[in-house]
Structures are given as C-alpha cells and as structure tokens.
C-alpha cells in the first residue's frame, strides 16, 4: 500500500513559466513533508520542506503548499529553468528527529528552453 | 564541510554471494539512514543507525544487515543475493533534524 503518491510520472514546461508537482499521501501521522531532486547519476538532495502546522513555505524559487484536509501537497517552482528539469520526490515523515522517509516514485520534469 | 560519500560506486554480484556497501556521513552527523532504490520507484526506507545501534528497520529481510562505527560511518550487509536486490542503494545522514542527505548511491546488480 503507497501511503505518498505521486500521480503523474511526468511533466513538461516552458523555460520562464510556474511547474507545479503534485503529491497525495494517506497516513494522517505523517508530520513532515519534504521534496526532493534528483539528476542522474546523483543522489537525491534536500529541496524544501513543510511542517503540518504550516500551510505553506517559501525558499526563493520554489513554494510547498499543503493541504491537509485533502491530504495533498503541492511544490511550486517560479519560474522554471533548464537546470530545473530532474526527477523529483516527494517525501513524507513522521513525528520527531531522523525519523524515516516515505517517499513517492517521482515525477520527472522537463524544461524547455 | 564534506558530503555523504558512498563506496564502491558500482557493483556486480553473482546470485547467492554476499556484498557490502559502505557510506561515510557528512560531518556532524550522527545518524545513518539506507534506502533501496529499484527502477521506476521510490527510495525505500532499509534501516536506521542511531549512535552505532539500530535505530528502526523497513520491510526487509534478515539478510540485510547493516553496522554503524564510531566515527559514524556505516555499511550495509546483503547475504545470500537475490535478483531483485539489483538497485541503487542510498544512505542518507542526519543530525537531529527532519532532513536526510544523500550520498550519490551504488549501483548494484546481480546475475
């Protein structure tokens, strides 16, 4: 059973506009929400994340918005550039320090110059 | 400031051998997370080490085994390979925060 889903394998974009990547998760415990980015050959590094007391958080380019009567989280990216285009994960974990990660399968994103 | 570094970068086994993975965790961090990464998915979580104890474990089985030394880095035991372990495998590190950080992984694949 995948408790963070993410819907959509793929997305592409214009250079310039907003990419927006979706995320839903089922555990009602999970207390963070974080997303991550992935180029080839690379692990994954650390984006932005979210708190479940917060609706929304900002880091230059990119925005997490969460919805948690929906159970859906949203990462928003202002605008886009070629360097954007790379896998990206999204991320759940539960309540307190080095708790474990339960991630989505990614989507992957295309910018076109 | 140094990153998590893993080693070797890539690996091949024979089905029924053993390996081991080894990651070094980016300075001042005392926690060491494994994932397995198959094509097409997610990372998913193997286990935790917590101040050279395990400090969590996923859905795997006994065969995975993992050790924490006292500088903090880690490896990461399979025994008895099976083709469905050929994936990349992730640590990640921490220090008492939310966010984990990667190491560029080693790829394993066993025939």
């Known amino acids: 059973d995948q408790q963070v889903k993410q819907n959509s394998p793929s997305l592409s974009v214009q250079e310039g506009r907003i990419s927006i990547l979706n995320c839903d998760y089922t555990n009602s415990m999970f207390d963070y929400f974080l997303w991550y980015k992935k180029y080839p050959a690379e692990g994954p590094t650390f984006l932005i994340s979210i708190s479940s007391i917060k609706d929304k958080n900002e880091d230059g380019r990119f925005t997490v918005f969460l919805n948690k009567s929906a159970k859906h989280l949203s990462l928003h990216i202002v605008p886009s550039q070629p360097g954007d285009s790379a896998v990206y994960f999204c991320?759940?974990?539960?309540?307190?320090?080095?708790?474990?990660?339960?991630f989505g399968k990614g989507i992957t994103l295309s910018v076109r110059p | 400031e140094t990153g998590v570094t893993q080693s070797p970068t890539h690996l091949i086994k024979t089905r029924g051998q053993q390996v081991t993975l080894r990651c070094s965790s980016q300075?001042?961090?005392?926690?060491v997370s494994w994932y397995q990464q198959a094509l097409g998915q997610g990372p998913q979580f193997i286990f935790q080490y917590y101040r050279e104890e395990e400090n969590g474990r996923g859905n795997f089985p006994p065969r995975f085994s993992g050790l924490q030394f006292p500088n903090y880095s880690s490896e990461l035991n399979v025994n008895a390979l099976e083709l469905d372990d050929s994936a990349l495998y992730l640590c990640?590190?921490?220090?008492?925060?939310?966010?984990?950080?990667f190491g560029p992984g080693t790829r394993l694949t066993v025939t």
């Open positions: 990640a590190s921490s220090y008492m925060g939310v966010e984990q950080y």
């Open positions: 991320a759940a974990s539960g309540d307190g320090a080095n708790s474990k990660l339960t």
């Open positions: 300075s001042g961090h005392n926690t």
